[in-house]
Nanobody
């Protein structure tokens, strides 16, 4: 299974980006998928996840600003990021899991700077 992440870039504080993660496998019967991020010198942290039933969970630091969604027809999961802050600067990784180890995308850089 391959996951292709895209959509990162550089934006000013308060700006928006939408990350995409396209999977080479159907989303049918998946367990969970979502996004992690890792900033320089920090541990990787969970940002958002979505279950097969559509239940979404978010890190406290992004609640109200980020929205995770999926398009089953396109086998793609999205992360809409609004009101971005410099602390959101990190490499963002998507993952997906089907009853076993998670598969990971290659990471996409998000930089929030004025």
């Amino acid at each position: 299974v391959q996951l292709q992440a895209s959509g990162g870039g550089m934006v000013q504080p308060g700006g928006s980006l939408r990350l995409s993660c396209a999977a080479s496998r159907s989303f049918f019967n998946f367990d969970a998928m979502g996004w992690y991020r890792q900033a320089p010198g920090k541990q990787r942290e969970s940002v958002a996840s979505i279950s097969t039933g559509g239940r979404a969970n978010y890190a406290d630091s992004v609640k109200g600003r980020f929205t995770i969604s999926r398009d089953n027809a396109k086998n793609t999961v999205y992360l809409q990021m609004n009101n971005l802050k410099p602390d959101d600067t990190a490499v963002y990784y998507c993952y997906a899991q089907w009853s076993g180890p998670a598969y990971w995308g290659q990471g996409t850089q998000v930089t929030v700077s004025s």
